[in-house]
């Protein structure tokens, strides 16, 4: 069955949430480095907001796992 792209925004953020946690850092520190707003964090996690393949790609990096884990 195919995700809706709510679903899989939920589903991502859900994963950068508890991979963020697991490392013992905010989402403002984890912001900080990607070089984005506490905000925009937020909404991603919350799976409100799109990330694109280049940020993916930079919070894969800070968290120290590969990009397709995050999906």
Do not use: V, W, Y
Request: net charge positive; aromatic share 2%; glycine share 6%.
């Amino acid at each position: 069955m195919i995700r809706s792209t709510k679903q899989t925004k939920e589903r991502l953020g859900k994963k950068i949430q508890r991979l963020r946690k697991s490392f013992d850092l905010s989402q403002e520190e984890l912001a900080a480095k990607l070089g984005i707003s506490r905000t925009h964090m937020g909404h991603i996690e919350q799976g409100r907001k799109s990330s694109s393949l280049k940020l993916l790609t930079k919070i894969s990096k800070e968290l120290k796992t590969d990009i397709s884990d995050l999906f």
